[in-house]
């Protein structure tokens, strides 16, 4: 079994890509499922339900969704395996910008859009940085040049990805990404073992472990404070 990591901001598109790639995997005589990650709801489940595609899905609720992830994924690639299934999508919403962590040995995906603004890239970290793909979406909706300027401000984050163009709704580019995400010499039997690309976040705080109350007496473990300090008059 293959298996492949797909990550991005909300709303980027990635379900609709996925299901547009899963149309052409298909027709390739290939069984794909999806597993798909968030953190307090979703319904895209449903939509993979609809078109047939084998699906599960985990919500992370009050914990770190990159290391719900990672406390998963070897349970959800045995599913994957269990279900004879060719190739295995995970999805995850990327809600801190480090969703979904990739790991070193399996393809990773980025999913972005033209409308989130051209700094976004450079606002994304791992996520985007440490992807082998990265998919730019709704370019229907900009014009040519600001597509281009996006695409190269992905590409100067990340220039050794490779960057494609996709159009959720009507599957442009979607058989162009099919034929990366499968290669049949590979075979995926476990995770364990294998490594991330890049650490968790290194956050672990009193708020971490449940506390509400504001104020420096109530921080407690790894916490980092802005600098307010007015440097304008230091020498």
């Given amino acids: ?49 609809k078109a047939g595609v084998k699906v ?21 690639t045995q599913w994957g395996i269990k279900e004879g299934l060719d190739l295995l999508i995970t999805e995850s919403a990327g809600l801190c910008n480090r969703c979904s962590p990739y790991v070193k040995s399996i393809t990773a995906v980025c999913v972005i859009d033209n409308l989130s603004g051209i700094n976004t890239p450079k606002k994304i970290g791992p996520m985007l940085k ?8 709704k370019g229907d909706i ?52 294998e490594k991330l690309r890049f650490s968790m976040p290194s956050a672990l705080c009193s708020y971490c472990l449940g506390e509400t109350r504001i104020g420096e007496s109530y921080q407690m473990g790894n916490v980092r404070k802005i600098d307010m300090s007015d440097k304008k008059g230091e020498k």
């Fill in 56 to 76: 599960k899905k985990g919500l992370s609720g009050s914990l770190c969704p990159d290391h719900y992830f990672v406390s998963n994924i070897e349970e959800v």
């Fill in 142 to 193: 900009v014009s040519q040049a600001e597509r281009e300027v996006f695409a190269s401000r992905v590409n100067q984050v990340n220039p050794g990805a490779s960057i494609m163009h996709i159009n959720g709704l009507t599957g442009q580019g979607a058989y162009e990404l099919s034929t990366l995400l499968y290669d049949e010499k590979v075979e995926i039997k476990t995770l364990v073992g």
């Fill in 130 to 137: 440490s992807s082998d793909i990265v998919i730019i979406t």
């Fill in 1 to 49: 079994m293959n298996l492949v990591t797909v990550s991005g901001p909300p709303s980027s598109g990635k379900t609709a890509v996925i299901l547009k790639t899963i149309d052409s995997l298909k027709k390739r005589g290939l069984e794909v499922g999806v597993v798909k990650f968030d953190c307090l709801y979703t319904d895209d489940d449903i939509l993979y339900e």
